[in-house]
């Protein structure tokens, strides 16, 4: 089997601004991909290559993404196996010859990387996530637990000085396809409860499928509402919380402004370790700022034993600064997104990097998506056990969610669902639920 054509357009995502798609054939048939693209994105991702031409789309314009693909790399892959994932990656990673995929786009690279993925397991007639799993060298058979983002704060919901993304994780569901209904029917409970309190201009949704309820400031107020929520649809205590504050977002040269309040080192340790003690949170990402590393150190040494690090603009799917987040025991687990680093091979090197240390990877989606669903697979090829894609709402997020439920059904009784063994070991802090103050 080998790649007859690679050509790559202009389409758009999920907020309507334009990304980078590519069809791949070989004589299995056409292979589509899709780029996501983020918002609160980290200044250390690989570079994703806009036209900077402000008269198409505000100079967001993926045109000159689009003739690298169709110029300079599709040429080279024509006749190329498309199970060597390794190799067309570092053949993509040589054509370019930055550290950071300055010259062709991580955009243009990542496109043809996930299609090669999805031919390469055609040519095996495998699913994906048993493809990746051969990349990877596991056997692929876990379905991960989803931390599900239902209030969108900060920049996906056009907040400033606001936590962004308050999740739950199904942890006490015994298979996905439960654990996804326990999170939906909470979502529609946590609908009817905005409504009832702020009418229905608090139900519109942020940019990850999440409410958006732009006059509750407070995480308190949140928290509560989302535990109410959960309460009413009957999971209290199978349901438990992740926050991403995306803290580089409220970051003021060593002061953290959440709402109206500042914040230094240890107030913010001390302000997160307090909400641990309140509320059911087994996980927190990116709750220092990306270049913030001696924060990161003190936050893992108060909390990492109860509590999962995770690092996404501070470790942007980087194994140099994955080695250095290990070394400074800055965190306990990474996120993981494709497009921060650029090609298939290098994340799978990022999870294996993780995994290989005892941390968590967590795979995760973007702000602004598409219908693609290759995370699904992913996550299911790398055991990784945690994905991150949104709110059960809006079909550039449920695309994931629906392969998942796939992809159980196919395992049958070979999938695994284990989500307390994706934690780290010594266990987070799970203390009964406190009554809301603000029900
Ligand atoms: P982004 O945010 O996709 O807008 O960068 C997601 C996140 O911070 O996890
Ligand atoms: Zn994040």
């Known amino acids: 089997m080998t790649i007859k ?86 053949l993509m990673l040589k054509l370019d010859g930055t550290p950071n995929k300055a010259k062709l786009g991580a955009n243009a690279i990542l496109a043809v990387s996930m299609a090669v993925s999805k031919a390469g397991a055609a040519a095996k007639s495998v699913p994906l996530y048993h493809h990746v799993g051969d990349l990877f060298g596991t056997k692929a058979s876990s379905l991960p637990v989803p931390m599900c983002n239902v209030i969108n704060g900060g920049k996906h919901a056009g907040q400033e000085n606001s936590i962004q993304e308050h999740m739950l994780m199904p942890t006490g569901a015994k298979s996905f396809r439960e654990g996804i209904r326990m999170i939906s029917e909470s979502y529609q409970q946590l609908s009817s409860l905005l409504k009832k309190k702020y009418g229905v201009g608090a139900t519109l949704i942020g940019d990850e499928g999440g409410f958006a309820p732009s006059q509750i400031e407070d995480i308190h107020e949140r928290l509560d509402l989302m535990l109410s929520a959960v309460k009413n649809a009957g999971y209290e205590g199978m349901i438990k919380i992740a926050l ?50 001696d924060s990161w150190v003190e936050m893992t040494k108060k909390l990492g034993s109860k509590l999962q690090i995770v690092g996404d603009d501070l470790f942007v799917t980087n194994t140099e600064r994955i080695t250095k987040g290990i070394k400074l025991k800055s965190a306990n687990s990474v996120l993981i997104k494709l497009n921060q680093i650029g090609s298939v091979t290098e994340t799978l090197n990022a999870i294996a990097m993780a995994q290989k240390n005892g941390w968590t990877a967590v795979v995760s989606h973007r702000s602004g998506e598409t219908e693609d669903n290759f995370i699904a697979d992913m996550v299911v090829g790398t055991n990784s056990g945690q994905i991150k894609t949104g709110a059960p709402a809006r079909s550039d997020r449920n695309a994931k969610y629906n392969q998942l439920l796939r992809i159980e059904e196919e395992l049958g009784n070979k999938a695994q669902f284990k989500p307390k063994t994706q934690v780290p070991k010594q266990g987070y802090i799970q203390k009964p639920y406190i009554s809301p103050k603000h029900p």
């Not at 900077?52 to 110029?71: C, P, S």
């Not at 500042?262 to 220092?288: M, Q």
Request: net charge negative; proline share 4%.
């Open 5 to 90: 054509s690679v050509k790559a357009r202009e389409i758009l995502d999920s907020r309507g601004n334009p990304t980078v798609e590519v069809d791949l054939v070989t004589e299995s048939g056409l292979f589509r991909s899709m780029v996501p693209s983020g918002a609160s994105a980290g200044k250390h991702e690989a570079l994703e290559l806009r036209d900077g031409d402000k008269t198409r789309y505000q100079g967001k314009g993926t045109l000159k993404a689009v003739a690298n693909v169709n110029n300079i790399i599709a040429p080279k892959l024509v006749g190329v196996d498309p199970t060597l994932q390794k190799e067309v990656d570092n």
């Open 244 to 293: 991403d504050p995306a803290s580089s977002e409220f970051y003021y040269d060593g002061i953290y402004k959440i709402a109206k309040k500042s914040y230094n080192r240890g107030e913010l340790v001390d302000f997160y370790a307090d909400l641990c003690k309140t509320y059911p949170i087994i996980s927190i990402e990116d709750g220092f700022a990306e270049d913030d590393w």
